[in-house]
């Protein structure tokens, strides 16, 4: 399972897994869009799916910029993964909780290799095969972990790159800019100076004693996976600033913005001097539309909020680790030559890969109930006078399960719509087509979620060898939840006689908490006994 593991890594990570964009540019064309539309918006969201384009187009029906030819922006980073990114993520809140933000928090943790450049959308997927044949190329120089030391300023603090190795991350840069400025017809220029990793950048001067104490809690030494990550950028508001919505604001004047919760917005500082106190004049990220809208509706974001990752090749060191006798002849693996005695050195590549690849905890929320589709009246809409359950929809369940209590107490404990038994199943078998095994299962004794476990395990094909196992302290109380008591879940007997694959030699077995505190407390608890 390790060798399958750093597949799913290493291989599956480094390979485009949707279809190819001229593929994707076809289907587009065949609903009726325009060429140079339909290569605008897949440049737009990282030319994944025809679906994710598709939803773009529809926002952006009445965007006056639609049909102009401005290009994305485009750069190359390398970021870490792993160890090291968690703990410069913990630098990133710790720091702007005690010192405020600074210009640094505007983007993830990242070196760059390629500053922002622009590229004509029909040519963007002559990027995506340069990087990954310059990778390939990079993949046995890459060193196995990189030399990071810490500098610090009155407003700048951030790790450097020893120069050793700083020399083939710019050798990379520089062989990725140049077959790229040929095949795309670009102007890619590599940075080949300092190579650096920032970590506060324009900051007050008080807080540099403060923030270099942060810094120092870094083991620039942790487990890290680097990945080289191509990114896009609208280079129309590269100058403004972005912020978030909060809450959703219908417009009740001509001139005013649609906004819903989480959309982005681009505001240009040097627009806002004849603009009504409170209020701000903007362009929405989701639709490209412009209009007034509150203030006290938005908060700032950061600048890499808006950007959209397109490709990334993970470098994979950890076979350097392995061990070649003289006899043993190389073998190709994921691209990296790898000798026979892989399968009996898995507890070295363990030890250096990140300890996610070794034991995980995947967590789920449940597919689709149907009190979410059909309201919370839904079991008086299938229930006939006497008390029997039909079908009153084809998104209802076609039977529901027998209990010995009243069929009443469904209400309070919904199945799953039929909507909801498709996506469980789907992602079963996602995770499947990934390679991702199974050990265990808990899940919450909501009926909707033992559903959720049963079908994702019929998805992995996996139902017949792994049982659920109900762990009462996993039920959360939201606010979702009508009833001030505890729902009258099924018994462990009855979901074994509803066939549903159920574990029942004792195991964890919390009660379910009558509070928000105690829920949260025990859902942590569990989780590290898991």
Request: aromatic share 10%; net charge neutral; charged share 20%.
């Given at each position: 399972m390790?060798?399958?593991?750093m597949?799913?890594?290493?291989?599956v990570?480094n390979?485009?897994?949707?279809?190819?964009?001229?593929?994707?540019?076809?289907?587009?064309?065949?609903?009726g869009?325009?060429?140079?539309?339909?290569q605008?918006?897949?440049?737009?969201?990282?030319?994944?799916?025809?679906e994710d384009?598709?939803?773009?187009?529809?926002s952006?029906?009445?965007?006056p910029s639609l049909?102009?030819p401005?290009?994305?922006?485009?750069?190359?980073?390398?970021?870490?993964?792993?160890?090291?990114?968690?703990?410069?993520?913990?630098f990133?809140?710790e720091?702007?909780?005690?010192?405020g933000?600074n210009?640094?928090h505007e983007i993830?943790?990242?070196?760059?290799?390629?500053?922002?450049?622009?590229?004509?959308?029909q040519k963007?997927?002559?990027?995506?095969?340069?990087?990954?044949?310059v990778g390939e190329?990079?993949?046995?120089?890459?060193?196995?972990?990189?030399?990071?030391?810490?500098?610090?300023?009155?407003?700048?603090?951030g790790?450097f790159?020893?120069d050793r190795?700083?020399?083939i991350?710019k050798?990379?840069?520089?062989?990725?800019?140049?077959?790229?400025s040929?095949v795309?017809?670009?102007?890619?220029k590599p940075?080949l100076?300092?190579?650096h990793?920032?970590?506060?950048?324009?900051?007050?001067?008080?807080?540099?004693?403060?923030?270099?104490?942060l810094?120092?809690?870094?083991?620039?030494g942790?487990?890290?996976q680097?990945?080289a990550?191509?990114?896009?950028?609208?280079?129309?508001?590269?100058?403004?600033?972005?912020?978030?919505?909060?809450?959703?604001?219908?417009?009740?004047n001509i001139?005013?913005?649609?906004?819903?919760?989480?959309?982005?917005?681009?505001?240009?500082?040097?627009?806002?001097s004849d603009?009504?106190?409170?209020?701000?004049?903007?362009i929405?990220?989701?639709?490209?539309?412009?209009?007034?809208?509150?203030e006290?509706?938005?908060?700032?974001?950061n600048?890499?909020?808006?950007?959209v990752?397109?490709?990334?090749y993970?470098?994979?060191t950890?076979?350097?680790l392995f061990?070649?006798?003289?006899n043993?002849?190389?073998?190709?693996?994921?691209?990296e030559v790898?000798s026979?005695?892989m399968?009996?050195?898995?507890?070295k590549v363990?030890?250096?890969?990140?300890?996610?690849?070794?034991?995980?905890?995947l967590v789920?929320r449940?597919?689709e109930?149907?009190?979410?589709v059909?309201?919370k009246?839904?079991?008086q809409?299938?229930?006939?006078?006497?008390?029997?359950?039909?079908r009153?929809?084809l998104?209802?369940?076609?039977?529901?399960?027998?209990r010995k209590?009243?069929m009443?107490?469904?209400?309070?404990?919904?199945p799953?719509?039929?909507c909801?038994i498709?996506q469980?199943?789907?992602?079963?078998?996602?995770l499947l087509?990934?390679?991702?095994?199974v050990?265990?299962?808990?899940?919450?004794?909501?009926?909707?979620?033992?559903?959720?476990a049963?079908?994702?395990?019929q998805?992995?094909?996996l139902?017949?060898?792994?049982k659920?196992?109900?762990?009462p302290?996993?039920?959360?109380?939201?606010?979702?939840?009508a009833s001030?008591?505890?729902?009258?879940?099924?018994t462990v007997?009855?979901?074994?006689?509803?066939?549903y694959?159920?574990?029942?030699?004792?195991?964890?077995a919390h009660k379910?908490?009558?509070?928000?505190?105690?829920?949260?407390?025990?859902?942590?608890?569990?989780?590290?006994l898991?």
């Amino acid at each position: 399972m390790a060798v399958a593991e750093m597949q799913l890594y290493a291989k599956v990570s480094n390979k485009h897994r949707s279809r190819s964009t001229s593929v994707l540019l076809e289907s587009l064309l065949a609903k009726g869009f325009p060429a140079h539309i339909a290569q605008k918006a897949l440049a737009a969201t990282g030319q994944k799916t025809v679906e994710d384009a598709a939803k773009w187009l529809h926002s952006h029906c009445n965007d006056p910029s639609l049909d102009d030819p401005i290009p994305q922006e485009y750069a190359l980073y390398l970021c870490p993964t792993g160890c090291l990114h968690n703990y410069l993520l913990d630098f990133w809140k710790e720091s702007k909780r005690q010192c405020g933000k600074n210009r640094a928090h505007e983007i993830f943790p990242h070196i760059t290799l390629c500053d922002f450049f622009t590229c004509e959308d029909q040519k963007v997927e002559l990027l995506y095969d340069t990087l990954k044949r310059v990778g390939e190329s990079f993949s046995q120089r890459f060193p196995p972990s990189i030399s990071l030391s810490l500098h610090s300023s009155t407003s700048y603090l951030g790790f450097f790159i020893d120069d050793r190795h700083a020399n083939i991350l710019k050798e990379f840069a520089l062989a990725f800019s140049s077959e790229a400025s040929a095949v795309a017809d670009c102007h890619v220029k590599p940075c080949l100076k300092q190579l650096h990793l920032t970590l506060s950048h324009k900051f007050y001067p008080h807080h540099q004693k403060t923030l270099e104490q942060l810094a120092k809690c870094i083991n620039p030494g942790e487990t890290c996976q680097w990945v080289a990550a191509l990114y896009s950028r609208d280079m129309r508001f590269v100058h403004y600033q972005t912020l978030k919505a909060l809450f959703q604001y219908k417009p009740q004047n001509i001139d005013e913005l649609m906004i819903n919760a989480g959309d982005f917005i681009y505001v240009d500082p040097t627009q806002q001097s004849d603009v009504s106190e409170g209020w701000v004049i903007g362009i929405s990220h989701r639709t490209g539309c412009r209009g007034f809208l509150p203030e006290n509706y938005t908060e700032r974001a950061n600048e890499s909020d808006t950007w959209v990752k397109h490709r990334e090749y993970v470098f994979v060191t950890a076979s350097r680790l392995f061990t070649q006798t003289e006899n043993e002849p190389n073998v190709k693996t994921n691209g990296e030559v790898q000798s026979p005695s892989m399968s009996r050195s898995v507890s070295k590549v363990l030890s250096f890969q990140n300890a996610t690849l070794r034991r995980g905890v995947l967590v789920m929320r449940h597919g689709e109930r149907v009190d979410q589709v059909f309201g919370k009246s839904w079991l008086q809409q299938c229930l006939t006078a006497d008390g029997k359950y039909y079908r009153a929809d084809l998104n209802f369940p076609s039977t529901l399960p027998k209990r010995k209590d009243s069929m009443k107490h469904f209400e309070y404990d919904p199945p799953l719509s039929c909507c909801g038994i498709f996506q469980s199943r789907l992602i079963g078998e996602a995770l499947l087509d990934q390679e991702v095994t199974v050990s265990y299962v808990y899940s919450s004794p909501a009926l909707r979620c033992i559903q959720t476990a049963q079908h994702l395990l019929q998805g992995l094909k996996l139902d017949q060898k792994v049982k659920i196992r109900v762990e009462p302290g996993l039920f959360e109380w939201t606010k979702w939840e009508a009833s001030r008591v505890l729902p009258n879940f099924m018994t462990v007997t009855e979901l074994v006689e509803a066939s549903y694959k159920i574990d029942t030699t004792p195991h964890l077995a919390h009660k379910p908490g009558c509070s928000v505190f105690t829920v949260h407390s025990q859902a942590q608890e569990i989780t590290q006994l898991i």
